[in-house]
């Protein structure tokens, strides 16, 4: 079974993964496939540009948990959307140093909840668990994504509203 973590950066991906590695799970950061689908780089979002749709259809499907903010483009049997308050997000991706138009692009596509909108036009909605990583610790949200996996716990989204963020200021 393949399970993919996705969301908007900062909202915990990487450090989630890295506790279910820490556990014994096989985890693979997407961020290391991508390279030979990289088209040129965007200078002014700090940012990449890969060929998405031939990366995705030349993924070959691992057994684990697959981690990164394009995993819902991959053909996974369950999926994670990781989700953080965009205030909180805002300040953690300024102590990564982003610049502030790479912190207002990524606090905006949180608070629309674009890396959700985004998964749920792949997946059906029994595949997918959203949680709120804002108040919760690393631990607890790796348990809840094992007792996803477990199917202990049942399929959850679109509880989380970030609208109010929205023409905030940062």
Known sequence: MMIGITGTP?????????????????????????????????????????????????????EGFVEGHLAHLLPCDLIVVLRCRPDVLAARLRARGYPEAKVSENVEAEAIDVSLIETLEEFSGDQVLEIDTTERDIGECAGLIEEFARGKVPPSFGKIDWSAYLG???
């Open 10 to 62: 900062g909202t915990g991906k990487s450090t989630v993964a890295q506790e279910l590695k820490a556990r014994g799970y096989r985890v693979t950061s997407l961020s290391t496939t991508t390279t030979p689908y990289i088209l040129a780089r965007d200078e002014a979002r700090h940012t990449l540009v890969i060929d998405e749709e031939a990366w995705a259809s030349e993924f070959q499907k691992v």
């Open 168 to 170: 905030e200021p940062k």
